[in-house]
């Protein structure tokens, strides 16, 4: 992932804090949901429940989110492909993530086994962003 990217979305996003990622729906429209996100060094994180969500990136796996800060225009777009998984070593991912926004008792509150049934992964690999508003001043 761009450094700088990285750095926009680790000023500007907390853990704990809703983003908006958007999918492309049968009909080739955009379907947007509030979602949680986690951050790698790679990869922009997802924990996936819903099913409508599921089934537009198994479709296409094109995919949008908007991290923003409330009360100002600092935002951060970012563009890229979704990857949905259920192994071990999403498990060790989405479980981090879970930790990451919530502490470890936050984890145990929500601690399940990732599944094709119920709760997957999306690892987001970017490939453009924008970022606004989080530039220095000059």
Same mark, same amino acid.
């Given at each position: 992932? &761009?450094?700088?990217? @990285?750095?926009? %979305?680790?000023?500007? @996003? &907390? +853990?704990?804090? $809703?983003?908006?990622?958007?999918? %492309?729906?049968?009909?080739? #429209? +955009?379907?947007? =949901?509030?979602?949680?996100?986690?951050?790698? &060094?790679?990869?922009?994180?997802?924990?996936?429940? !819903?099913?409508?969500?599921?089934?537009?990136?198994?479709?296409?796996?094109? /995919?949008?989110?908007? *991290?923003?800060? +409330?009360? =100002?225009?600092?935002?951060?777009?970012?563009? #890229? =492909? *979704?990857? *949905?998984?259920?192994?071990?070593? /999403?498990?060790?991912? $989405?479980? /981090?993530? %879970?930790?990451?926004?919530? #502490?470890? &008792?936050?984890?145990?509150?929500?601690?399940?086994?990732?599944?094709?049934? #119920? =709760?997957?992964?999306?690892?987001?690999?970017?490939?453009?962003?924008? %970022?606004? !508003?989080?530039?220095?001043? +000059?």
């Amino acid at each position: 992932m &761009d450094p700088k990217l @990285h750095a926009a %979305i680790t000023a500007l @996003h &907390d +853990p704990a804090a $809703w983003v908006h990622l958007s999918t %492309i729906g049968r009909d080739g #429209g +955009p379907h947007v =949901t509030p979602m949680m996100m986690g951050l790698t &060094d790679t990869h922009l994180l997802f924990s996936l429940t !819903g099913k409508q969500k599921v089934r537009n990136l198994e479709r296409d796996p094109r /995919a949008c989110v908007a *991290i923003s800060r +409330p009360v =100002t225009m600092a935002h951060v777009i970012v563009w #890229g =492909t *979704i990857e *949905i998984r259920v192994d071990a070593a /999403a498990q060790h991912l $989405w479980e /981090a993530m %879970i930790e990451r926004a919530f #502490g470890p &008792d936050g984890l145990g509150q929500r601690s399940r086994a990732l599944s094709r049934e #119920g =709760t997957m992964l999306g690892l987001l690999t970017p490939s453009r962003h924008r %970022i606004y !508003g989080l530039e220095p001043k +000059p």
